[in-house]
């Protein structure tokens, strides 16, 4: 890191990387943060309340490329870091509905104050809707039976409103249960990355984060789950590649020359870290250097 550097938090949680990064700058160093979430960002300002070099913001991280801009201050961020996913203070509070566990609302949103809960669109999703979303973002293989059993309460003017009581609905229309995990642990899932618009967030995040980064800036993505992943890994590795050029070429024109290097092989939680933290069994972390 650069003591006098621009460094970004784009998922501000509860702190832990900020504080570990504002540790490390010197008095000319700067650290911005920003999370969805209301309460992430009153921690945010109270952490940083006598730290002048250190600003926290409730946006989601899409908007950096933009605000970056408008801040003048394209290609001049020498860090951008993203710990993707749900916090745990989020899963933790009941009353957020996220917890399969602690039972509360069905809302799930990590912004309370923008869009709708995950009950409100389970009461007007059509199931082809419903049943796409558990599929594709959860990776469910009973997506259609869980679909006909969220249908079938609905229709009978029952649908759950607690996720408790969700989750119990989703247990039933399950086969008999196989492994630890709670068996709409995927369904959770699912709705939460819809309800939060997550994989869109992040490719639009890409999309325009190597005109943020400084040369020799870096990416850090941590993520938790292989859909994610899968996006980080391969926009690093289309950003590091020279595009096709026939053999014996000259120098590729800039259009085709990689805006990015791969920094070392993607980094897992070890046993005593997944030990101390056990929500860091799934996560991986990938990072990228910006090329000049
Ligand atoms: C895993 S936690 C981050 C924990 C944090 N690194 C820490 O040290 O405490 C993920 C955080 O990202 C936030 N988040 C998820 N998607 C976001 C987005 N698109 N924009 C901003 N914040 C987002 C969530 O609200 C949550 O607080």
């Given at each position: 890191?650069?003591?006098?550097?621009?460094?970004?938090?784009?998922?501000?949680?509860?702190?832990?990387?900020?504080?570990?990064?504002?540790?490390?700058?010197?008095?000319?160093?700067?650290?911005?943060?920003?999370?969805?979430?209301?309460?992430?960002?009153?921690?945010?300002?109270?952490?940083?309340?006598?730290?002048?070099?250190?600003?926290?913001?409730?946006?989601?991280?899409?908007?950096?490329?933009?605000?970056?801009?408008?801040?003048?201050?394209?290609?001049?961020?020498?860090?951008?870091?993203?710990?993707?996913?749900?916090?745990?203070?989020?899963?933790?509070?009941?009353?957020?509905?996220?917890?399969?566990?602690?039972?509360?609302?069905?809302?799930?949103?990590?912004?309370?104050?923008?869009?709708?809960?995950?009950?409100?669109?389970?009461?007007?999703?059509?199931?082809?809707?419903?049943?796409?979303?558990?599929?594709?973002?959860?990776?469910?293989?009973?997506?259609?039976?869980?679909?006909?059993?969220?249908?079938?309460?609905?229709?009978?003017?029952?649908?759950?409103?607690?996720?408790?009581?969700?989750?119990?609905?989703?247990?039933?229309?399950?086969?008999?249960?196989?492994?630890?995990?709670?068996?709409?642990?995927?369904?959770?899932?699912?709705?939460?990355?819809?309800?939060?618009?997550?994989?869109?967030?992040?490719?639009?995040?890409?999309?325009?984060?190597?005109?943020?980064?400084?040369?020799?800036?870096?990416?850090?993505?941590?993520?938790?789950?292989?859909?994610?992943?899968?996006?980080?890994?391969?926009?690093?590795?289309?950003?590091?590649?020279?595009?096709?050029?026939?053999?014996?070429?000259?120098?590729?024109?800039?259009?085709?020359?990689?805006?990015?290097?791969?920094?070392?092989?993607?980094i897992r939680a070890d046993d005593n870290e997944v030990a101390a933290?056990?929500?860091a069994?799934?996560?991986?972390?990938?990072?990228?250097?910006?090329?000049?």
């Amino acid at each position: 890191m650069k003591t006098d550097g621009l460094y970004m938090d784009g998922t501000y949680g509860r702190g832990g990387h900020a504080d570990a990064i504002a540790s490390r700058l010197g008095p000319q160093g700067r650290l911005w943060a920003t999370d969805r979430d209301p309460d992430a960002v009153a921690d945010g300002h109270e952490r940083f309340r006598h730290d002048p070099r250190c600003a926290v913001s409730q946006a989601g991280f899409e908007e950096l490329p933009a605000r970056v801009q408008g801040a003048g201050l394209s290609g001049r961020v020498d860090g951008l870091l993203l710990d993707l996913g749900v916090s745990s203070p989020q899963l933790d509070d009941a009353e957020r509905g996220f917890s399969i566990r602690r039972d509360g609302p069905l809302d799930m949103r990590m912004d309370p104050g923008q869009g709708e809960s995950a009950y409100a669109w389970l009461c007007r999703a059509p199931a082809g809707e419903i049943r796409r979303v558990l599929h594709t973002y959860g990776e469910e293989r009973h997506a259609r039976r869980v679909t006909n059993a969220i249908i079938a309460a609905r229709d009978a003017g029952e649908l759950p409103r607690r996720t408790g009581e969700f989750a119990a609905l989703v247990r039933e229309a399950m086969p008999a249960e196989q492994g630890p995990r709670h068996p709409a642990t995927r369904v959770f899932q699912a709705i939460r990355i819809h309800i939060n618009g997550e994989l869109a967030a992040l490719d639009r995040l890409l999309a325009g984060v190597c005109g943020v980064l400084a040369p020799g800036g870096r990416l850090v993505v941590i993520s938790f789950h292989s859909l994610e992943d899968r996006r980080v890994k391969r926009f690093m590795r289309d950003h590091s590649r020279i595009g096709d050029l026939p053999p014996g070429a000259p120098e590729p024109p800039p259009e085709k020359r990689p805006s990015l290097r791969v920094v070392g092989k993607p980094i897992r939680a070890d046993d005593n870290e997944v030990a101390a933290n056990p929500r860091a069994r799934s996560a991986v972390m990938r990072v990228a250097e910006r090329l000049s």
